[in-house]
Structure formats: structure tokens, C-alpha cells
């Protein structure tokens, strides 16, 4: 006789007033690679469903947490590809490294000034730290849960990326 465990797994999430879990389609470029730093598996279920949606269908790579994301970008062994394009999906509360601390970094650096796009997500409403996310040089920045404004911010965030 078999023992199968399993576990049921449930995510009550507010949703903002006139959230439609959108079917608006997007197009990018398939070449650009999305980067989801996210520490939360539950949202970021929910964003690639949303990109998925949206048909976008590009590879999504999932960091964890910042240590991990400064990683990919620093310390990769040749994950990072300066020939590539990239849009990075970036919590803002997230351990080890938030995701301010991630993009002052970046953004610093400018090896990922023309190749590097950053969508800052956050359940956050705080107009201080929407301000900060902009003055550190991010490019979008929405609440999350996010549906139209994620994959409006890709659509617009995609057309400004320098061809490499």
C-alpha cells in the first residue's frame, strides 16, 4: 500500500478596484530574457500567469531573493550575457538584499545601463517609495497584485531598450 502526502495550498490576495486579470495581448521582442526577483512563490505564480496571458513568451528566469539577483548579475559564471536584452521584475521587499539596494547597485553600473530595464514591484503604496524607486533609476514601478500595469510597463519598457 502507497502513502501519497500532498498539500492544498491557499492565497487570499486584494485585488485593486477595476483588476479585470486583463486578456489584453502584448508583443515583445522574443529575445529579451525577464528576470523575476520575487522571494514569494505565490506571487510569482501570479506574474507569470499574467505574462503568459498576455502572450508573452519569453524565457523568465526566477530569482529568489536579492543576494541572488546581485549574483545573476555579478558573480554568474556566464549567465549574465551583455549581448542580450533584459527586463528585471524587481520586489522590493525581499530578504536578504531589497530590491532598492539591488537596483542602486545596478544602476551604478554601467555595464547595465543600455541592456537592463527594471519594473519595481511592490504591495506597497507608499508615494515616498514609488519617488525612491524613480530617483534610483528604475524604469516602471507597480503594485502589485499586477495585471494590466505589469504588462503595460513591459510593453513600454521593451521598446526602450538599446539594441546590443
Not at 523575476?36 to 512563490?41: G, L, P
Not at 507569470?48 to 523568465?60: F, K, S, V
Request: hydrophobic letters at 40%; charged letters at 30%; a negative charge.
Amino acid at each position: 500500500m502507497s502513502r501519497y502526502e500532498y498539500s492544498i495550498f491557499w492565497s487570499i490576495m486584494k485585488f485593486p478596484e477595476g483588476c479585470t486579470m486583463m486578456d489584453e495581448k502584448i508583443s515583445i521582442d522574443k529575445s529579451i530574457v525577464i528576470i523575476a526577483a520575487e522571494d514569494d512563490n505565490s506571487s510569482y505564480i501570479l506574474t507569470e500567469h499574467t505574462l503568459r496571458r498576455a502572450d508573452i513568451e519569453n524565457e523568465i528566469i526566477w530569482l529568489k531573493d536579492g543576494h541572488e539577483t546581485l549574483a545573476f548579475f555579478y558573480e554568474n559564471n556566464g549567465i549574465f550575457d551583455e549581448n542580450k536584452k533584459y527586463i528585471l521584475l524587481l520586489d522590493i521587499h525581499m530578504p536578504k538584499v531589497d530590491g532598492m539596494q539591488v537596483l542602486k547597485k545596478i544602476r551604478r553600473d554601467d555595464r547595465f545601463r543600455h541592456n537592463v530595464s527594471v519594473i519595481m514591484l511592490t504591495v506597497d503604496e507608499d508615494p515616498d517609495n514609488t519617488r525612491r524607486c524613480y530617483e534610483l533609476g528604475c524604469n516602471a514601478h507597480v503594485i502589485k497584485p499586477a495585471d494590466e500595469g505589469l504588462t503595460g510597463a513591459i510593453g513600454r519598457v521593451a521598446g526602450i531598450l538599446s539594441p546590443v
